[in-house]
């Protein structure tokens, strides 16, 4: 099976930066996604990481350690908008050519002033 | 907007009932995946298909059933509804069955009275 764990709630002032950690255990481990998803609203494609390392994309930036079952999702100069939850997913092969994506409980980011 | 169209967007019905959800995936998309998010619980998925073919299944019950069809949009059926079915289902779409990210629709809010 599959395990994912990631804080519940975090809170950050805007403009500063707040890293998101996500910890797994999976067999058949073959990337992972971070989503965001305001309340009520679709989950949105934020970052993929299958190799180790860092992935930069404009504000966001991700992490992957597959050694350590660890990435995280780091977030600068923080916004308002940027209050939502944040989704880690695990892709995991089933057989030689399905593969299941596996959603983590989310964290709920609030941004104060 | 991702692309994925779900409709409807509001479903209230009674339990025992039946009801379908649709969604068209974004063009080019040829799988489709289905998820169910409670309150208490992050995204479930139920299933997938690629090019009018299962291809992987989740925790889907077997009151649920699905299917993709040749024009690639895809029905999911919730039989026998139970309260605990109140949930919203979102479909997504991703290109093929790689690591592409998936594509979420607005999703359908399933209320059962």
């Known amino acids: 099976g599959q395990n994912i764990d990631q804080p519940t709630e975090m809170t950050a002032t805007e403009g500063a930066i707040v890293q998101i950690n996500c910890t797994y255990q999976?067999?058949?481990?073959?990337?992972l996604f971070w989503y965001q998803q305001h309340a009520g609203e679709a989950p949105t494609f934020l970052s993929y990481?299958?190799?180790?390392g860092l992935e930069e994309k404009g504000r966001f930036s991700s992490f992957l350690s597959r050694s350590k079952g660890y990435s995280y999702l780091l977030l600068k100069e923080l916004q308002m908008k940027d209050s939502a939850s944040y989704l880690c997913?695990?892709?995991?092969?089933?057989?030689?050519?399905?593969?299941?994506?596996?959603f983590g409980t989310g964290t709920r980011l609030q941004v104060t002033l | 907007d991702s692309g994925v169209t779900q409709t409807p967007k509001h479903l209230i019905t009674a339990t025992g009932q039946r009801v379908t959800l649709r969604c068209s995936p974004r063009?080019?998309?040829?799988?489709v995946y289905w998820y169910q998010q409670s309150l208490d619980q992050g995204l479930q998925f139920l299933i997938q298909?690629?090019?009018?073919?299962?291809?992987a299944k989740g925790n889907i019950l077997e009151r649920f059933s699905a299917q993709q069809f040749p024009d690639l949009h895809s029905e999911l059926n919730l039989s026998s509804l139970e309260l605990g079915d109140s949930a919203l289902y979102f479909c997504?779409?991703?290109?093929?069955?790689?690591?592409?990210?998936?594509?979420f629709g607005d999703g359908t809010r399933l209320s059962i009275l």
């Open positions: 997504a779409s991703s290109e093929g069955t790689g690591a592409q990210p998936q594509h």
């Open positions: 999976t067999s058949g481990f073959n990337g």
């Open positions: 298909y690629y090019n009018g073919e299962e291809r």
């Open positions: 063009s080019g998309d040829l799988s």
């Open positions: 997913a695990v892709r995991a092969l089933i057989t030689g050519t399905a593969s299941k994506l596996t």
């Open positions: 990481n299958v190799l180790d």
